[in-house]
């Protein structure tokens, strides 16, 4: 079955860099664009960061532009997400998405595969 496994969250401090790595299995990792949601209690899931199907091109919400770089290894079928220069105002369960569509994935709130989550903290 699709798994797509998140690693690399944790409590860290304002102004630090952390990388969040998702490794993925049983699907043609090719065929899917790649993704970073997360979600904070109360609040709606909110698209972060989304790289194309050969990892040509990424996608980011504008509050994240320019701390956070999305890039993926077809050969390695992983996906990860550097975040630099970290705010409170990140702190987020983060969800690593998979769907072929890259509109759905970008736009469309919703992705056909979802991993567990991993959890992000920032304290300022």
């Known amino acids: 079955q699709v798994q797509l496994l998140e690693s690399g969250g944790g409590l860290v401090q304002a102004g630090d860099s952390l990388t969040l790595s998702c490794a993925v299995s049983?699907?043609?990792?090719?065929?899917?664009?790649m993704g970073w949601y997360r979600q904070t209690p109360g609040k709606e899931r909110e698209f972060v960061a989304a790289?194309?199907?050969?990892?040509?091109?990424?996608y980011y919400t504008d509050s994240v532009k320019g701390r956070f770089t999305a890039s993926r290894d077809n050969a390695k079928n992983t996906v990860n997400l550097q975040m630099n220069s970290l705010k409170p105002e990140d702190t987020a369960v983060y969800y690593c998405?998979?769907?072929?569509?890259?509109?759905?994935?970008?736009?469309?709130?919703?992705?056909?595969?979802w991993g567990q989550g991993t959890q992000v903290t920032v304290s300022s």
């Open positions: 998405v998979a769907d072929p569509s890259g509109s759905k994935l970008r736009v469309g709130n919703d992705a056909d595969y």
């Open positions: 049983g699907l043609t990792f090719s065929d899917y664009f």
């Open positions: 790289v194309s199907w050969s990892g040509a091109s990424t």
